[in-house]
C-alpha cells in the first residue's frame, strides 16, 4: 500500500466516498480511512434503515387501509425479528458493494481511528500517511444529555439493535428522528409517546406541517407531551421513568431513546496537531469552498455544522473533487433551495422559506396559497388521512421561494418540484402547467 496520496479523506460516509470517488475519476491517487463500516452513518444507522422501516411502517398502515377495498382484515401480528434480521441482511450487503467499488477504481482503504500528526500527516495506529490534500468527513453521533440516569436510555444507533418491538417506549425530542422512530415503532405495535422540549414538535418547519404532523401522531395513537425538559431518569421495577424539570413523571417505558441532537465527530482526530479550528460545539468551520483555516485541508457533511444530510454531503462532496481535481475553479454547493423530506405517516416535504421566515424577509411582498384534502385513496373507508399544502411567493411575479407538502407521496412528488423552483419557476408557471389528475400532485398547479 502507498503511504502518499494526492487526497487523504477521513472518513467513509456517504459525502466522504462520493468525495473520493469523483476525485479518482480525474486521476488523483486517493486514501480513504474509516474506523467503522463503510457507508457511514446513512447506510448503516440512518437514511437506509431507517427507510426500511418506514416501509415496513407503511405497510401495517396499508394493511388497515385495504379493509376499505374489499379485503379481509388480517390478524394483527408482526415478526420484528424477520424484519431486522432482512433489513441488517440488505446493509450487509450494502457494506460489500462499497468495498468493492471502491477497490474497482483503485482507491485504497484503511480500516481504523485516524489522527493528524502535522498538517499533512494522518496516522491509523503505528502506520502514517502523507496527504497533498487532506478531506475530513467523519460525521457525527447521537447526543446524550448530562442528566443522572441518561444511561439508562439508547439512541437512534440502539434503535436499530432492538431484537424485538418495546410494549412501551419513550422518545425524548421533536426533531426528524423523534418523530420518524416515533411512528415506526408505533405502526409496529408499541405504545409510543414523544416528549418535545418545546410546543411543537419539527418545531423548525413551517406551522402547516407542524400542525399537520401533530394531527396525524396523534391520530397514530402517539402520546405528544410538550413542553418536558429532561431532569433525571430513573431505573424502576416497572420500567424506565423520565422526570421533568417541572416534576412530571413520564414512563413506565421498557425502551427510551434519546433523539436530542448530534454531535460533531472531531474529538479524537487531533485537530489542533495540523492546526486545524474547532468552533465550540467541536464543529470544524469551512468556508464556501469547504476549506478550513489550513488551505490543503477541507471538510463537509455533517462535521462542519451544515445542512445535515446524506445528498447535501454527497453534493458538497463531488463539487469539491470537481474544483480541487478537475479545474472547475469555482465550483461549490450553495445551501439554499435544498429539498428534504420527513419520513412521517404520511410524509412531510419542503423545500425554501417557511412563510414565517417569508414575511419577516420579505413583508408585504409575500403571497400564500394553500390546499387541505383528503387524498382520493381514502375515499372509501372511515380511515382518513387529511394532505396539505402550502405555496409561498414573493414579489409581483410570485417567484416561489417556499413549497411544503404533507400527505402521501410527497416525498416523490417534491423532487421534480424542488427542479422547477430552482429554476426560478413563478406561481403563474405552475399555473399554467396541465394538471395530472386524479393525483395529490395536481393540487400544487391548480391552488388560487
Avoid at 476525485?23 to 437514511?47: D, K, M, P
Avoid at 374489499?70 to 424477520?82: I, L
Avoid at 421495577?237 to 421498557?254: I, K, M, Q, S
Avoid at 426560478?424 to 395536481?442: L, M, N, Q
Amino acid at each position: 500500500m502507498n503511504t502518499a496520496y494526492d487526497l487523504i479523506v477521513i472518513g467513509g460516509g456517504s459525502g466522504g466516498l462520493a468525495h473520493a470517488q469523483r476525485a479518482v475519476e480525474y486521476g488523483a491517487s486517493v486514501l480513504v480511512i474509516e474506523s467503522g463500516r463503510l457507508g457511514g452513518t446513512c447506510v448503516n444507522v440512518g437514511c437506509v434503515p431507517k427507510k426500511v422501516m418506514w416501509y415496513a411502517a407503511s405497510a401495517a398502515h396499508d394493511r388497515v387501509l385495504s379493509e376499505s377495498y374489499g379485503f379481509a382484515a388480517a390478524p394483527e401480528q408482526h415478526d420484528w425479528a424477520t424484519l431486522k434480521a432482512s433489513r441488517d441482511a440488505y446493509i450487509k450487503r450494502l457494506n460489500g458493494i462499497y468495498e468493492n467499488n471502491l477497490s474497482r477504481k483503485g482507491i485504497d482503504v484503511v480500516a481504523g481511528h485516524a489522527r493528524f500528526v502535522d498538517a499533512h500527516t494522518v496516522a491509523v495506529g503505528e502506520q502514517q500517511f502523507v496527504g497533498q490534500h487532506i478531506t475530513i468527513a467523519t460525521g457525527g453521533y447521537p447526543q446524550i444529555p448530562e442528566v443522572p440516569g441518561a444511561e439508562f436510555g439508547i439512541t437512534s444507533d440502539g434503535f436499530f439493535e432492538l431484537e424485538s418491538v418495546p410494549e412501551r417506549v419513550g422518545l425524548v425530542g421533536s426533531g426528524y428522528v423523534a418523530v420518524e422512530l416515533g411512528g415506526a415503532l408505533a405502526a409496529l405495535g408499541a405504545e409510543t409517546t414523544i416528549m418535545s422540549r418545546s410546543e411543537y414538535v419539527l418545531r423548525s418547519f413551517d406551522s402547516m406541517l407542524r400542525d399537520s404532523v401533530a394531527d396525524a401522531l396523534q391520530a397514530d395513537g402517539i402520546d405528544v407531551q410538550r413542553g418536558v425538559i429532561a431532569a433525571r431518569v430513573n431505573k424502576t421495577d416497572a420500567g424506565l421513568v423520565l422526570v421533568a424539570e417541572d416534576g412530571r413523571e413520564l414512563g413506565p417505558f421498557d425502551t427510551l431513546i434519546w433523539a436530542v441532537g448530534r454531535l460533531p465527530s472531531t474529538e479524537a482526530l487531533h485537530l489542533e496537531a495540523a492546526g486545524v479550528e474547532r468552533d465550540i460545539a467541536g464543529f470544524v468551520p469551512v468556508d464556501t469552498y469547504q476549506v478550513t483555516n489550513v488551505p490543503h485541508i477541507f471538510a463537509l457533511g455533517d462535521v462542519t455544522g451544515a445542512v445535515a444530510l446524506t445528498p447535501v454531503a454527497i453534493a458538497a462532496g463531488r463539487r469539491l473533487a470537481d474544483r480541487v481535481f478537475g479545474g472547475m475553479q469555482d465550483r461549490h454547493l450553495a445551501y439554499r433551495d435544498i429539498a428534504t423530506v420527513i419520513f412521517t405517516h404520511p410524509p412531510v416535504a419542503t423545500m425554501g422559506l417557511t412563510e414565517a421566515e417569508a414575511r419577516d424577509e420579505h413583508g408585504d411582498a409575500v403571497r400564500v396559497y394553500t390546499s387541505s384534502f383528503i387524498p382520493m385513496r381514502y375515499a372509501l373507508g372511515d380511515h382518513k388521512r387529511r394532505a396539505a399544502m402550502k405555496l409561498v411567493t414573493v414579489g409581483d411575479d410570485e417567484r416561489i421561494v417556499g413549497c411544503h407538502i404533507f400527505g402521501d407521496g410527497a416525498d416523490e412528488m417534491m423532487q421534480g418540484f424542488a427542479v422547477a423552483i430552482r429554476m426560478g419557476a413563478t406561481k403563474a408557471d405552475f399555473d399554467d402547467t396541465v394538471a395530472i389528475h386524479p393525483t395529490s400532485a395536481e393540487e400544487l398547479v391548480t391552488m388560487r
